[in-house]
Structure formats: C-alpha cells, structure tokens
C-alpha cells in the first residue's frame, strides 16, 4: 500500500508499536490527536519533523488494520 513504508515496527522502538519513520512518534499518537480534533498545523508546531506523507501514512495504516476481524476458532471435538 502507498506509503506505509513510511510506519515502521521495531521491538526496541515503542515497545513494538507501529511509529513512523523509525522514529518515536507511534501511529496512535497522531490518529489520536486527528480524531480529537488538532489540525495538521498544529500536530506539526509539536512534532516539526514529521512531513504531510507522515499524516496520510498514519491514516492508511489505521485504515488497513481496521479491515482486520477475529474469526472464532471452531470448538473442539
């Protein structure tokens, strides 16, 4: 998917958590502080190394986990 090379998954990073860049912003954070309300602007007076891709990585990603359910396992016989 477009830009998801930009969230990466380290253990030794946030705990494993998916940030972005390699870096200790997690995905979380920013989709966050978007649903509360802040605008791009003012995530980026905060994080000023984070880019605009950095935003729409952040989405994507949240986007594509969404997709994923949990399918209960069959009972055992």
């Known amino acids: 998917?477009?830009?998801?090379?930009?969230?990466?998954v380290d253990p030794?990073?946030?705990?494993?958590?998916?940030c972005?860049?390699?870096m200790r912003v997690t995905v979380a954070?920013?989709?966050?502080?978007?649903?509360?309300?802040?605008s791009h602007e003012e995530i980026l007076r905060n994080y000023p190394?984070?880019?605009?891709?950095?935003f729409e990585a952040c989405l994507a990603y949240a986007a594509w986990r969404m997709e994923e359910?949990?399918?209960?396992?069959a009972p055992a016989a």
């Open 69 to 73: 359910y949990e399918a209960p396992l």
């Open 12 to 18: 030794n990073i946030m705990t494993g958590r998916p």
């Open 29 to 38: 954070t920013i989709i966050g502080l978007l649903g509360a309300g802040a």
């Open 49 to 54: 190394f984070l880019e605009e891709a950095d």
């Open 20 to 22: 972005i860049r390699g």
């Open 1 to 8: 998917m477009i830009g998801l090379q930009r969230i990466t």
